[in-house]
């Protein structure tokens, strides 16, 4: 059986409540429930924090022989981390960098990624399908 993580970052807890103009009004939880329905022969494991140490701490627990690839939306930090950057070339699977937006249509500040360079691919742009659709990248 495959073994995916999504790591959600900053903020990203508020899916369903925050900005649902951009980010819709489905929460992750509702979100994951059908995500997981759609692969049950794939284990989808899930963190999020809002905090940037404790989303290193896991992708390095689970990034070396602990998941096959991780779907990771790092939210603001983004567009600020170099340590997340470093975490993803440091760890063994593969990372899929995901935007629930489409960021080049939004603030400038938000066109630059930090961590695009170090990730297996990058999506953007497609609501909450952007997790399916990596997850079916890392299945491919």
Do not use: W
């Amino acid at each position: 059986m495959k073994k995916i993580l999504i790591v959600n970052g900053p903020n990203l807890n508020l899916l369903g409540r925050r900005e649902p103009g951009v980010y819709g009004s489905t929460s992750f939880d509702d979100y994951l429930s059908q995500l997981r329905q759609r692969y049950p022969d794939v284990e989808i494991d899930y963190y999020q924090s809002n905090v940037e140490g404790c989303l290193i701490d896991r992708m390095q627990a689970d990034g070396f022989g602990g998941c096959d690839g991780i779907v990771l939306n790092a939210g603001a930090y983004t567009h600020t981390s170099v340590a997340l950057h470093d975490c993803i070339r440091a760890i063994e699977c593969p990372v899929i960098e995901v935007h629930i937006s489409n960021v080049h249509q939004r603030e400038e500040f938000r066109h630059h990624s930090f961590l695009s360079s170090a990730c297996r691919g990058v999506i953007c742009g497609f609501g909450l399908d952007s997790y399916r659709l990596a997850v079916e990248a890392l299945l491919a």
